[in-house]
């Protein structure tokens, strides 16, 4: 033990391969496709896509901002509760005090409601076309004459 090995300077250098010595991992995916989408990420671009939609028709929709939750909450003490009625799909929250009016879209009661993205996203339309129909005070026929159409 007279002749101990000294210690390798720390230079810092780049690192070419990895620890097991078969070199750097490439990509998981190209850079134009995203890794990885939620699945609420997802929704709320079928509510967006929905929007913009109706927004060529109805430029006030501008004005109104559209919102997605999870599930709808239950209040019995203000709402008294949903009795037998089914579980919401969306909602509206009309303008006040400086606040612009919502449509709120209910992410996991339209999930369970529907099998693939296709289905969704017509569901989801649906549901957006009744709330703004509702806040505007219309038919859903007249936001969107291809309502109900399959």
Do not use: C
Not at 10 to 35: F, I, K, N, S, T
Not at 118 to 125: G, S, T, W
């Amino acid at each position: 033990m007279d002749n101990p090995v000294p210690p390798r300077a720390a230079e810092p250098r780049p690192r070419r391969r990895d620890r097991h010595g078969r070199g750097m991992r490439g990509p998981v995916a190209p850079p134009q496709v995203p890794l990885s989408a939620s699945r609420a990420e997802v929704f709320a671009d079928l509510v967006q896509d929905s929007v913009e939609r109706l927004e060529r028709r109805w430029p006030q929709l501008a004005d109104i901002d559209f919102l997605v939750l999870e599930v709808p909450r239950l209040d019995p003490a203000r709402d008294g509760g949903w009795g037998d009625e089914a579980v919401p799909l969306g909602g509206t929250i009309p303008a006040r005090e400086g606040r612009p009016a919502r449509v709120v879209v209910y992410r996991r009661p339209v999930e369970i409601r529907t099998k693939g993205r296709d289905e969704r996203a017509a569901l989801v339309h649906e549901v957006v076309v009744e709330q703004v129909a509702e806040l505007l005070g219309l038919t859903p026929e007249t936001v969107d004459p291809r309502y109900g159409e399959d």
